[in-house]
């Protein structure tokens, strides 16, 4: 969040500089997904576990997998980078040129992170399937600090910010977008250790012919069908954002929404789901690979009734809090923007931020996909995800440009709920009782009360700050935080008090590490 606030700090939130920046620099994460990225996510982990039972505990395996994977990614880092230009005017739907040649430079920079993002990825899937998740979760941490520092060093030089496309100096270009790519290879370089420390010692190994990996790619041809129907909805995703703030700019329009103000509210949707759906799933996914491994599936059925339920205690008050005060959460976390970007944002967040709750269920469900080896239906659940995504997008294309992306926010909210409501039919098919009931309870006795606590608590703020945002500045952030706080605190204590008082045991379970600290206190 303090890379994005500093990020909008330094490029704005709208205008076609902005865009420029942003797509350049999703441009090698999208590359990399593309190649193997996500194929690597969905199958690593199930793989290895099973090449554990091979007499060198599929250390051989892991070797070879690793140098395919070093080489695939370095030839295409390279190869990409030189087809930068190109790649910057498919996704990038503008008529500016001024634009479209800082993009094309800012690309030639980033796109060589798709080497970092594929081992950061192979070295982290490995850690994961030995049960080492510490260090791939907070990897990030490294490469944002990084990010940070090369943020404050552009504004300590004093640099214009916010500017046009055509006020962009070589030193700005190479401060920002270098930066950006050096975290990404520091990012990878900090599992090197923790994979030393587990003891794994990697020695290059070539050819991958008879020793085993027929089965990853018949598994493996799904998941990356699953990538490109991912990648193809973003790609309409960022051509009808990135023209609609074109035909803002040419229009005159301030504060329409595009991709570089769509980013920043889809972070604020992953931050909960990456704290609280990711690193619960994450813990959960080596145990259902392992069950899936045994066809053991009851215990399968179990962790995904385990997967539905354990998040709810903790994702509904904060959706239903953010949803109340969406104004008060994007004036606080970009205080340093114009109210017109900030604004721009919050009609984006406003329609995403619902799907906080369903995208976990889709990623759930594509985890028990996985384990079972089913990628196929992955594959045509992400088909319906964004076939509807991109459905509601080309309507949305045809609005006026200050609509568009509130429109597109709400039609990917929409796309997560059937999307799951179809892996769970898949699923139920499979193996009968799913615990959909019992996870419905649970979600309904934390809903309600996270939802009236949050209007209220929506109308309060409202009344007492109804001008919040208006100045910007550090004492809005500090002012923004503090009401927050205290409201995410009442928010979640009621929440959870009402919860408890109904019966539900994950809120039981979230308190007890707190209840018998304190039980201890009082003791001593």
């Known amino acids: 969040m303090l890379r994005a606030l500093l990020l909008t700090s330094v490029i704005g939130g709208t205008g076609l500089a902005a865009e420029a920046f942003t797509v350049a620099n999703t441009l090698p994460n999208s590359l990399y997904l593309l190649l193997a ?31 395919a994977a070093i080489a695939l990614f370095a030839v295409a880092a390279v190869v990409l980078t030189a087809l930068s230009p190109l790649l910057v005017r498919l996704y990038f739907d503008t008529t500016d040129a001024g634009a479209l040649k800082l993009a094309t430079v800012f690309a030639f920079i980033c796109v060589p992170q798709v080497l970092f993002y594929g081992l950061y990825t192979i070295f982290g899937q490995v850690l994961n399937a030995n049960g080492r998740f510490a260090a791939f979760t907070w990897a990030p941490l490294a490469a944002n600090l990084v990010a940070i520092g090369g943020l404050l060093w552009f504004l300590a030089e004093d640099l214009p910010v916010r500017v046009d496309p055509g006020a962009w100096t070589p030193r700005m270009v190479l401060i920002l977008a270098g930066t950006a790519t050096i975290s990404i290879a520091v990012q990878a370089a900090a599992l090197v250790v923790p994979l030393r420390r587990m003891g794994f010692r990697y020695r290059p190994r070539w050819g991958l012919r008879g020793h085993g990996f027929e089965a990853v790619s018949d598994v ?3 998941s990356f069908g699953s990538i490109v129907v991912v990648q193809v909805g973003y790609w309409v995703t960022t051509k009808v954002l990135t023209n609609a703030a074109s035909r803002a700019d040419d229009a005159g329009i301030q504060g329409a929404a595009g991709i570089a103000a769509f980013n920043p509210a889809q972070l604020l949707l992953m931050l909960p789901h990456g704290i609280v759906t990711v690193s619960l799933v994450t813990a959960l996914y080596t145990q259902l690979s392992e069950a899936a491994s045994r066809d053991d599936h009851a215990s399968v059925m ?119 409501a179809v892996g769970w039919a898949v699923l139920r098919r499979q193996h009968g009782h799913i615990g959909l009931r019992g996870a419905g309870s649970v979600y309904l006795r934390v809903g309600v009360p ?75």
């Open 302 to 420: 179990r962790h995904h009734e385990q997967g539905l339920r354990m998040p709810a205690p903790l994702l509904l008050p904060v959706a239903a809090l953010v949803l109340a005060t969406v104004p008060l959460v994007t004036a606080t976390f970009f205080f340093e923007n114009p109210l017109t970007d900030t604004e721009a944002i919050a009609s984006v967040l406003v329609g995403l931020f619902g799907g906080v709750v369903p995208l976990g269920w889709v990623y759930l469900n594509d985890r028990v996909f996985y384990a079972q080896q089913q990628t196929f239906w992955s594959f045509r659940t992400q088909c319906v995800v964004t076939g509807l995504s991109m459905t509601v997008a080309a309507f949305a294309a045809t609005l006026p440009p200050q609509r568009t992306a509130t429109v597109l926010a709400f039609g990917q909210t929409f796309a997560y709920v059937v999307g799951a």
């Open 450 to 524: 996270a939802v009236v606590t949050a209007v209220v608590l929506g109308l309060v703020i409202r009344a007492l700050f109804p001008d919040f945002g208006v100045e910007r500045g550090i004492g809005t952030f500090v002012t923004g935080v503090l009401v927050l706080g205290t409201a995410g605190v009442v928010e979640v204590a009621v929440t959870w008090g009402v919860a408890h008082l109904l019966g539900v045991e994950e809120v039981g379970r979230l308190l007890g590490p707190v209840l018998r600290r304190v039980r201890g206190l009082r003791r001593a």
């Open 37 to 67: 990225g996500g194929t690597l996510n969905a199958v690593l982990v199930p793989q290895i576990i099973r090449a554990r039972t091979r007499p060198d505990a599929g250390e051989d395996f892991v070797n070879r997998l690793i140098t």
């Open 220 to 222: 493996a041809k799904w």
